[in-house]
């Protein structure tokens, strides 16, 4: 089962198989913010991933968008609403600018 690691909340919890990074931290208690609930329209879920990139699937379009409206841009910066964990990550999450 995969871990997640979020450095900035001194998180260490468990994925469940399938589900984004997001609602794995929702299911455990992680504070993020999520303006639109997961469906990658406002950003707001924006994470850096410090370790495990191989772990998660590739950006899609609307992830691309979303990152490039935004102007977050970068290898290491996703969102958590559309990153499923397949192994271990460590992770950020941005602050709000
Ligand atoms: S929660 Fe809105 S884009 Fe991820």
């Given at each position: 089962?995969?871990?997640?690691?979020?450095?900035?909340?001194?998180?260490?919890?468990?994925?469940?198989?399938?589900?984004?990074?997001?609602?794995?931290?929702?299911?455990?208690?992680?504070?993020?913010?999520?303006?639109?609930?997961?469906?990658?329209?406002?950003?707001?879920?924006?994470?850096?991933?410090?370790?495990?990139?191989?772990?998660?699937?590739p950006?899609?379009?609307?992830?691309?968008?979303?990152?490039?409206?935004?102007?977050?841009?970068?290898?290491?910066?996703?969102?958590?609403?559309?990153?499923?964990?397949?192994?271990?990550?460590?992770?950020?999450i941005?602050?709000?600018?």
């Open positions: 089962m995969a871990r997640i690691v979020v450095v900035d909340k001194d998180a260490d919890i468990f994925a469940t198989p399938g589900d984004p990074i997001l609602f794995c931290l929702f299911d455990n208690r992680v504070t993020i913010t999520s303006v639109c609930g997961g469906n990658c329209s406002c950003g707001t879920c924006n994470i850096e991933v410090l370790e495990g990139m191989e772990n998660l699937n950006k899609t379009d609307c992830e691309q968008f979303v990152l490039s409206r935004i102007k977050r841009q970068g290898p290491n910066v996703r969102l958590a609403c559309q990153c499923v964990p397949t192994g271990d990550v460590v992770i950020r941005v602050p709000e600018p």
